[in-house]
């Protein structure tokens, strides 16, 4: 297995790592403008109100994509590392 052949594999671990992130973190971003714009229109500075709703919107989307997830990740083992494996 050549340096170039490693470097590709990794260039798709990296990108699939982003793909499987994208959805908490753009429910991590949404949560935390709209905390942040109630906080601004009522003048409540907690730090608790920001991290509490995150997390559960989070929660929620991460058990909502896990399907998504998994077979992004079954899919890139079953044709990037499993040929490598068998060769």
Not at 11 to 37: Q, T
Not at 53 to 71: E, H, N, Q, Y
């Amino acid at each position: 297995m050549s340096e170039l052949e490693i470097l590709s594999i990794l260039r798709e671990f990296l990108w699939a790592a982003a793909i499987i992130s994208m959805p908490l973190l753009i429910a991590a971003l949404l949560a935390g403008v709209i905390v942040g714009l109630l906080q601004a229109l009522t003048s409540i500075q907690e730090m608790t109100l920001t991290f509490v709703p995150k997390l559960a919107i989070m929660l929620v989307v991460f058990f909502a994509s896990s399907g998504f997830m998994a077979r992004v990740m079954l899919s890139l083992f079953d044709e990037r590392v499993l040929p490598v494996i068998s060769q």
